[in-house]
């Protein structure tokens, strides 16, 4: 004959409610996973006790219990025509979910709601780069702020030397039912929101939330060629994940600095020539720079201002794909704003030939 509901609690059979619920919490207390890791035995006993506290504290389940429970063998079939057994009563499963069967529909009101993995969120931060370092590429140190484990508990949410305790209001089941008539709505425990233990003493430093806000500083390689708005995307260096979830990413968009010199468009580079207009008139050559030094620039005869001169390779580094993109040297032709006799001579000799 195995030991009633009320043998497990220790209680008598007439036990009043408060007595119930605090024999329940020593035992949950004594032993909860927690303060017994590794033990079966006391893994075993802690389920009979929530078991037990269950039904026990649930008026409509223990007048059940007492009824069936008090038939030893076959009992009568029970509501909705489920036929009880107590006789065969396996005790180590969970009389939760055969009296969830009778008052729950269909058992669902005592099965536990397993908290579903969460993946962490992703963060996104910026990394300021000069515009050479942008063509170069470079090692930058992107300081980030994260949500992490708290330090002072570990994570548990409860003060050291304290432990998150069985919740009174689900008996750890992470949900609760409201019976109606002969069925039962099951919902998650708004005391533990689903946990199954609440914490008494809350850690003094992250006020029970287990989490605390830190600083970390990741090492990020920038590829040469980055633009302004490039993101780039580190795996699992974000948030970290729930209940066994993968950590989020960590998104570092460049934000490059503009350069006196060079114009970006795509991976081409855009940059303005000074031409004399002798030179732009009777063609010539001219010095352009590029990010690897200035070349020496064939400039034709008859060039108009704004004339886009390709020199091919010497641009951006091509993020995707290999090489790079072009200097584009837009011609900008100078006019003189003083002139000596010889050249005002010339010019006005010019002036004449075009009028
Ligand atoms: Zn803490
Ligand atoms: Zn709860």
Redesign the pocket.
């Known amino acids: 004959m195995p030991e009633s509901l009320y043998d497990t609690l220790g209680v008598k059979k007439g036990a009043s409610a408060d007595e119930i619920k605090k024999a329940y919490r020593k035992l949950a207390r004594q032993y909860h996973p927690d303060t017994n890791q590794g033990d079966k035995a006391a893994e075993e006993r802690f389920k009979q006790v929530q078991t037990a506290y269950d039904v026990l504290s649930d008026t409509d389940k223990r007048k059940a219990y007492d009824r069936f429970g008090s038939t030893n063998g076959r009992a009568a079939p029970g509501p909705g025509g489920v036929n009880v057994d107590f006789g065969d009563f396996d005790w180590s499963g969970d009389l939760g979910d055969i009296l969830g069967g009778i008052f729950g529909g269909a058992g669902r009101g005592g099965r536990r709601a397993r908290p579903q993995p969460v993946r962490g969120s992703d963060v996104e931060t910026q990394v300021r780069l000069s515009f050479e370092d942008s063509l170069r590429g470079a090692e930058a140190k992107v300081p980030v702020e994260l949500t992490v ?12 030397g304290t432990a998150p305790v069985i919740c009174p209001e689900c008996n750890g089941r992470g949900v609760v039912s409201e019976s109606q008539g002969l069925f039962a709505l099951s919902q998650p425990c708004p005391r533990c929101r689903g946990n199954g233990t609440v914490i008494e003493k ?11 806000r830190r600083r970390r500083t990741f090492s990020v390689k920038i590829k040469p060629g980055v633009k302004d708005g490039t993101k780039i995307r580190l795996k699992g260096k974000g948030e970290a994940g729930q209940n066994g979830g993968p950590n989020g990413d960590l998104i570092v968009v460049t934000r490059v600095e503009t350069s006196p010199t060079y114009e970006r468009r795509g991976d081409d580079l855009i940059v303005q020539v000074p031409v004399s207009f002798p030179t732009a008139a009777l063609g010539g050559k001219v010095e352009v720079p590029t990010p690897e030094g200035a070349v020496s620039l064939k400039i034709p005869a008859g060039s108009e201002d704004g004339k886009l001169l390709r020199i091919k390779g010497r641009g951006a580094p091509k993020l995707t794909g290999s090489g790079k993109g072009d200097v584009l040297a837009r011609v900008r032709i100078q006019v003189p704003k003083r002139v000596n006799k010889k050249e005002r001579e010339l010019l006005e000799e010019l002036q004449k030939g075009v009028g």
């Not at 809350?202 to 605390?212: A, F, L, N, Q, V």
């Open positions: 484990a708290c330090s002072q508990c570990g994570g548990t949410g409860a003060e050291p809350p850690c003094s430093k992250c006020h029970g939330s287990g989490r605390e």
